[in-house]
T-cell receptor, first 112, second 115 residues
Framework: QQPVQSPQAVILREGEDAVINCSSSKALYSVHWYRQKHGEAPVFLMILLKGGEQKGHEKISASFNEKKQQSSLYLTASQLSYSGTYFC?????????????FGTGTSLTVIP | DTGVSQNPRHKITKRGQNVTFRCDPI?????LYWYRQTLGQGPEFLTY????????KSRLLSDRFSAERPKGSFSTLEIQRTEQGDSAMYLCASSLLGTANSPLHFGNGTRLTVT
């Protein structure tokens, strides 16, 4: 039931773009995206609701395809500060704690 | 908004000992979650509270784990008779509403090392 993310890891040069995908085997009501830097807590980036629009946050945006049970995170013109591990979190709409699963994670490294 | 606070930041204990962690959520958040995270993995759900009521507990959680949230404010997570496999980062998070439409705000975690 854990969502699967791809790729597992990616290395970018500053200014390059990246796409991180999150795929679930269950129907989804919402998708969250979080970034976690080494030794720190996950930090919320954005939430996408079923039937909602594509969301944006600085140069980071995301989409949610309900029919395919997938979400994608887009990072454009990457900056060094974007380095970290990105997790999607998926909610099946039960609105209960144990129906919220974090994905397998994508490690993103931005180099100068 | 002072954020979610967790104490201690680090805990080293010998196998068989009991440990207790504390989490202070954001004050107006009525939902509180405990997660466990090991290196390279995403956070794994342990249990969750709505106010003082513990509504759900992971089936993977052994009876050695117990959590409380008296008066719906701070929460404690206790692990009895610790095992080396309990070594992990224990994260607490709080949210205003359910996860369907409300973000989780995480504390900095308590890193447990069982020797």
């Amino acid at each position: 039931q854990q969502p699967v993310q791809s790729p597992q890891a990616v290395i970018l040069r500053e200014g390059e773009d990246a796409v991180i995908n999150c795929s679930s085997s269950k129907a989804l009501y919402s998708v969250h995206w979080y970034r976690q830097k080494h030794g720190e807590a996950p930090v919320f980036l954005m939430i996408l609701l079923k039937g909602g629009e594509q969301k944006g946050h600085e140069k980071i945006s995301a989409s949610f395809n309900e029919k395919k049970q997938q979400s994608s995170l887009y990072l454009t013109a990457s900056q060094l500060s974007y380095s970290g591990t990105y997790f999607c979190g998926t909610d099946t709409g039960q609105n209960t704690g144990n129906q919220f699963y974090f994905g397998t994670g994508t490690s993103l490294t931005v180099i100068p | 908004d002072t954020g979610v606070s967790q104490n201690p930041r680090h805990k080293i204990t010998k196998r068989g000992q009991n440990v207790t962690f504390r989490c202070d959520p954001i004050s107006e958040h009525n939902r509180l979650y405990w997660y466990r995270q090991t290196l390279g993995q995403g956070p794994e759900f342990l249990t969750y509270f709505q106010n003082e009521a513990q509504l759900e507990k992971s089936r993977l959680l052994s009876d050695r784990f117990s959590a409380e949230r008296p008066k719906g404010s701070f929460s404690t997570l206790e692990i009895q008779r610790t095992e080396q496999g309990d070594s992990a980062m224990y994260l607490c998070a709080s949210s205003l509403l359910g996860t369907a439409n409300s973000p989780l705000h995480f504390g900095n975690g308590t890193r447990l090392t069982v020797t």
